[in-house]
């Protein structure tokens, strides 16, 4: 079975800083692929990033990158520079060929201006 | 580009009464799935669909009946609605292959009285 565990249900940043958010995950597949997603309070889900498990090269998106340690199972989220837009939910999720999607609990990012 | 739409958007219901939520989705995706989000829960999957008339449970399946008679909709229906099934439903749908993220709706928001 496929989990994935988010350990921090809140955090907070100061605006134009930078945080970290920590997903760690377990699958017994060998080809899989790493998502976060973005819910704002709207409760849109918007696709952060994504991660190749094959790939040792961490994905980077403008402000957003990630730390892929595959033998750790660790997948965390970077965000830089932080704006007040960037306040929401962040969801960790694992896919694989099964076609399920399992996510995690989310953290709640808090902006501080 | 409507990409997927969840109708209604809010709905209340009585303990014992059946509704079904719609999804539609016009990127000819043949993934289809739904998730239901709890406080502290994340999103939990339902039941998914790979193509037109093959669907399968997910983690919480009880109380939930879905079908896929098209590649467009993928409805749920709830036959008997409990207090328990009161949170927010999310339909998503993507292509095939482990790489392709979701393309979420918008949410419903559904209490059970």
């Known amino acids: 079975a496929q989990t994935v565990t988010q350990s921090q249900p809140e955090m907070s940043v100061q605006e134009a800083e930078t945080v970290t958010l920590s997903c760690t995950y377990d699958t017994s597949e060998s080809d899989y692929y790493l998502f976060w997603y973005k819910q704002p309070p709207s409760r849109q889900m918007i696709l952060v990033i994504r991660?190749?498990?094959?790939?040792?090269q961490n994905a980077t998106e403008n402000r957003f990158s990630v730390n892929f340690q595959k033998a750790a199972k660790s997948f965390s989220l970077k965000i830089s520079d932080s704006q007040l837009g960037d306040a929401a939910m962040y969801f960790c999720?694992?896919?694989?060929?099964?076609?399920?999607?399992?996510f995690g609990t989310g953290t709640r990012l808090k902006v501080l201006a | 580009n409507a990409g997927v739409t969840q109708t209604p958007k809010f709905q209340v219901l009585k303990t014992g009464q059946s509704m079904t939520l719609q999804c539609a989705q016009d990127m000819n995706h043949e993934y289809m799935s739904w998730y239901r989000q709890d406080p502290g829960m994340g999103l939990r999957l339902i039941h998914y669909?790979?193509?037109?008339?093959?669907?399968d449970q997910g983690e919480v399946p009880n109380g939930y009946n879905v079908s896929r008679s098209t590649t467009e909709d993928f409805p749920l229906r709830l036959l008997s609605a409990a207090p328990s099934q009161t949170s927010v439903y999310f339909c998503?749908?993507?292509?095939?292959?482990?790489?392709?993220?979701?393309?979420f709706g918008d949410g419903t928001r559904l209490s059970i009285l």
């Open positions: 998503a749908s993507s292509r095939t292959g482990a790489n392709q993220p979701q393309h």
């Open positions: 999720a694992v896919h694989s060929g099964t076609y399920k999607y399992i």
């Open positions: 991660q190749e498990a094959y790939k040792q």
């Open positions: 669909s790979v193509g037109a008339g093959i669907t």
